[in-house]
T-cell receptor
Framework: SAVISQKPSRDICQRGTSLTIQCQVD?????MFWYRQQPGQSLTLIAT?????????ESGFVIDKFPISRPNLTFSTLTVSNMSPEDSSIYLC?????????FGSGTRLTVV | DAKTTQPPSMDCAEGRAANLPCNHS???????VYWYRQIHSQGPQYIIH???NNETNEMASLIITEDRKSSTLILPHATLRDTAVYYC??????????????FGTGTLLAVQP
């Protein structure tokens, strides 16, 4: 299965600023997914990112707040824009297709 | 994708079998049952999946009822390292499918020494 490197692993950011999270995969993958996991909660899908096309966002998530890039088949970024304390969460990328989708170890974001 | 219902938490004694139930009464004929787990501070890990037959791999067994409205994940000999949140997910397609995973609330399994 694919190996994912997600950076940064954690960060503390000031409200009103933006953070870009990187997801690097060791092999070419068709689908990349971005999730948010708020403290004590399950994972919520933010968007699906296919190479060469615009990301598809889930209900409640918008491109202005969470812009995503997918420049090639091994890399994607998620930006959390104009952050507020409510954005404090773990952000995870995942890749497919495959029987068992692979997840990165996540980026733990704290907004102060 | 069909919705799943799981108990919020369960306990299991170390060395005993852990049986985690999942209800998916609205599952469609082309939807598979998947199980993932998330150990604290890590990304989710794939465990097993099945369509209608029972499945077994090195990690666990999956028992799906004949009407496919529920399933049970069995960890045959639970260890302390199996303490995690276990997610039951139904989605269209098996290996090679590109459908997104939608996570429910899961079951927190606590393996006790």
């Amino acid at each position: 299965s694919a190996v994912i490197s997600q950076k940064p692993s954690r960060d503390i950011c000031q409200r009103g600023t933006s953070l870009t999270i990187q997801c690097q995969v060791d092999s070419q993958v068709t689908m990349m997914f971005w999730y948010r996991q708020q403290p004590g909660q399950s994972l919520t899908l933010i968007a699906t990112a296919n190479q060469g096309s615009e990301a598809t966002y889930e209900s409640g998530f918008v491109i202005d707040k969470f812009p995503i890039s997918r420049p090639n088949l091994t890399f994607s970024t998620l930006t959390v824009s104009n952050m507020s304390p409510e954005d404090s969460s773990i952000y995870l990328c995942s890749v497919g297709p495959g029987i068992g989708y692979t997840f990165g170890s996540g980026t733990r974001l704290t907004v102060v | 994708d069909a919705k799943t219902t799981q108990p919020p938490s369960m306990d299991c004694a170390e060395g005993r079998a852990a049986n985690l139930p999942c209800n998916h009464s609205t599952i469609s004929g082309n939807e598979y049952v998947y199980w993932y787990r998330q150990i604290h501070s890590q990304g989710p890990q794939y465990i097993i999946h099945g369509l209608k037959n029972n499945e077994t791999n090195e990690m666990a067994s999956l028992i799906i009822t004949e009407d496919r409205k529920s399933s049970t994940l069995i960890l045959p000999h639970a260890t302390l390292r199996d303490t995690a949140v276990y997610y039951c997910i139904v989605r269209v397609g098996g290996g090679g499918a590109t459908n997104k995973l939608i996570f429910g609330t899961g079951t927190l399994l606590a393996v006790q020494p």
